[in-house]
């Protein structure tokens, strides 16, 4: 092989044993998830709102950001179920770019992926310990889910990752709720054989081990939109494409169907400041259509403290360094837009 093995890392459980969770975190953890599959499974009428930062980089400006958006659940949890995006893991079309806080150098420049594994456990236990919420994160990597399968409350499966077979295998033994994003290419078909496959059950191998899992009855659909040949952003979260949807979901007879709309990338074209007027759109067809009210659960919003976006090494403080992201002012006002649309 073209490749050299530095060192074998830390197993999960290791990493669990050097940085535990308490029993309040556990506690949290199980309700959160138990609200969110009331919500999935039509016991609750609370619409679900994914919203942060397009990549989370920065501990600090994380943490300020999600401590915010729980002073804002006070005002608005009754109507909306708020889940923090701390997405700490960030694809990349070429391989190159800035891939999330696992691949960060330390200080030498030279990366250290087992600091990287403990930083993005830390983040997520940091934002349950003080604001209550379970977060979601993208499952980039399938085989590093089990570092954090104790601490998650929502998983996505992004647009580049839904056809590939051990990400549709391991969603099916995730016991949270999982998005399965349309392809870049736009399929509805791809996507909605995906969550066949995540809903049933599979033995594979998984870490080495053979792995038998149970089915995800939760594994749903997220429309992000997609790009054409030429590389053009098509969104797809119009009314006929939503209907066009609930038609093909109704055919698939797939367990709980429910879609999540992605506000940003081939949605906006990702510009972010587009994001609140695709929720009105798509929040006036709902209302007027009981089908459809009963699939769109909830949004995926792309939001920051500041405005826009930076490149990495700029410094801005709560700015983001991958897609540009709606700022907090403007955040502010979409929650609560949506809290009296519902």
Same mark, same amino acid.
């Given at each position: 092989?073209?490749?050299?093995?530095?060192?074998?890392?830390?197993?999960?459980?290791?990493?669990?044993?050097?940085?535990? !969770?308490?029993?309040?975190?556990?506690?949290?953890?199980?309700?959160?998830?138990?609200?969110?599959?009331?919500?999935?499974?039509?016991?609750?009428?609370?619409?679900?709102?994914?919203?942060?930062?397009?990549?989370?980089?920065?501990?600090?400006?994380?943490?300020?950001?999600?401590?915010?958006?729980?002073?804002?659940?006070?005002?608005?949890?009754?109507?909306?179920?708020?889940?923090?995006?701390?997405?700490?893991?960030?694809?990349?079309?070429?391989?190159?770019?800035?891939?999330?806080?696992?691949?960060?150098?330390?200080?030498?420049?030279?990366?250290?992926?087992?600091?990287?594994? !403990?930083?993005?456990?830390?983040?997520?236990?940091?934002?349950?310990?003080?604001?209550?919420?379970?977060?979601?994160?993208?499952?980039?990597?399938?085989?590093?889910?089990?570092?954090?399968?104790?601490?998650?409350?929502?998983?996505?499966?992004?647009?580049?990752?839904?056809?590939?077979?051990?990400?549709?295998?391991?969603?099916?033994?995730?016991?949270?709720?999982?998005?399965?994003?349309?392809?870049?290419?736009?399929?509805?078909?791809?996507?909605?054989?995906?969550?066949?496959?995540?809903?049933?059950?599979?033995?594979? !191998?998984?870490?080495?081990?053979?792995?038998?899992?149970?089915?995800?009855?939760?594994?749903?659909?997220?429309?992000?939109?997609?790009?054409?040949?030429?590389?053009?952003?098509?969104?797809?979260?119009?009314?006929?494409?939503?209907?066009?949807?609930?038609?093909?979901?109704?055919?698939?007879?797939?367990?709980?169907?429910?879609?999540?709309?992605?506000?940003?990338?081939?949605?906006?074209?990702?510009?972010?400041?587009?994001?609140?007027?695709?929720?009105?759109?798509?929040?006036?067809?709902?209302?007027?259509?009981?089908?459809?009210?009963?699939?769109?659960?909830?949004?995926?919003?792309?939001?920051? !403290?500041?405005?826009?976006?930076?490149?990495?090494?700029?410094?801005?403080?709560?700015?983001?360094?991958?897609?540009?992201?709606?700022?907090?002012?403007?955040?502010?006002?979409?929650?609560?837009?949506?809290?009296?649309?519902?």
């Amino acid at each position: 092989m073209n490749v050299y093995f530095e060192k074998k890392l830390a197993i999960p459980s290791e990493v669990k044993e050097m940085y535990p !969770i308490s029993k309040a975190v556990q506690d949290t953890v199980e309700n959160r998830r138990n609200e969110l599959k009331y919500i999935m499974d039509g016991k609750s009428d609370r619409f679900i709102l994914i919203i942060g930062p397009c990549s989370a980089d920065v501990e600090e400006s994380v943490l300020d950001y999600t401590v915010r958006l729980r002073k804002l659940y006070d005002e608005v949890g009754e109507k909306i179920f708020i889940i923090p995006r701390v997405f700490t893991n960030k694809p990349r079309t070429t391989g190159y770019g800035y891939k999330g806080i696992l691949h960060q150098p330390d200080p030498t420049g030279k990366t250290d992926l087992f600091k990287g594994i !403990i930083a993005t456990r830390e983040m997520h236990v940091k934002v349950i310990e003080e604001t209550g919420f379970t977060s979601a994160d993208e499952m980039l990597y399938p085989e590093n889910y089990k570092y954090l399968d104790d601490v998650l409350g929502y998983v996505s499966v992004g647009a580049r990752s839904v056809e590939n077979q051990q990400h549709r295998l391991t969603a099916s033994g995730v016991d949270v709720p999982v998005g399965m994003k349309n392809p870049t290419g736009g399929d509805f078909n791809t996507m909605l054989n995906a969550i066949k496959a995540a809903q049933g059950a599979h033995s594979f !191998i998984y870490r080495g081990w053979a792995a038998h899992s149970m089915g995800n009855p939760y594994a749903h659909a997220i429309l992000r939109g997609y790009s054409d040949f030429e590389g053009k952003s098509i969104p797809n979260y119009s009314y006929e494409h939503v209907v066009k949807l609930n038609e093909m979901y109704q055919a698939a007879e797939l367990q709980n169907p429910a879609l999540i709309i992605d506000t940003n990338h081939g949605n906006s074209g990702k510009d972010p400041f587009k994001q609140p007027e695709i929720i009105k759109e798509v929040m006036a067809y709902r209302k007027d259509n009981p089908e459809l009210k009963k699939l769109i659960r909830g949004f995926m919003v792309e939001s920051y !403290i500041e405005d826009g976006n930076q490149k990495v090494g700029e410094g801005i403080y709560g700015k983001s360094i991958t897609d540009a992201c709606l700022g907090w002012e403007k955040t502010e006002k979409l929650i609560r837009d949506l809290a009296e649309m519902l």
